[in-house]
């Protein structure tokens, strides 16, 4: 990592149909060897499956998944002398959006079905409803925040 200069924010495009910023970044992360139509593919048809399953707003259930899934506080790893402590710190908004969506992936890749696309309908509604896989990985950085807020400086 440079010591000069900071990194500047690259603006992200929002998606051609929701007009979602959220939805870009969930692709983005969502695509395997470069095949960002295959992405969108299995984005859009999860987006149909839930608008059929439920009654709701496809975009709002994967706005109330995001932001049920996203951590308040995270554990770093911290040397001190010679002991390795693990020191809760604060979440920034865009990296808690960046955990929650790689947390929402990798629970919905985890889980046992056919498709892609049944998978990620089924986390996002289960993240929406505050259970799944994805709650549970935040539920478990939390706990681990919680265990060691007595390193919190």
Known sequence: ????????????????????RLVSLLVSH???KGK??????????AMTHISETTSQDPLE????????????VEVKSRRVGGA?????????SDRGTALALRWLLVAARSRSGRSMVA???AEMMDAAN?????????EATDRMA????DFAH
């Open 130 to 138: 505050n259970t799944g896989g994805a709650i549970r990985k935040r």
């Open 36 to 45: 960002k139509s295959v992405a969108y593919r299995i984005f859009y048809e």
């Open 61 to 72: 259930v994967l706005r109330q998944a995001v932001l049920n899934i996203t951590p308040k």
């Open 30 to 32: 969502l695509l395997k």
């Open 1 to 20: 990592m440079s010591r000069r200069k900071v990194a500047k924010k690259r603006p992200v495009a929002p998606d051609p149909v929701y007009q979602s």
């Open 84 to 92: 390795v402590l693990q020191v809760p710190l604060e979440v920034k």
């Open 146 to 149: 919680e265990a060691n807020h």
């Open 119 to 121: 998978k990620l309908a």
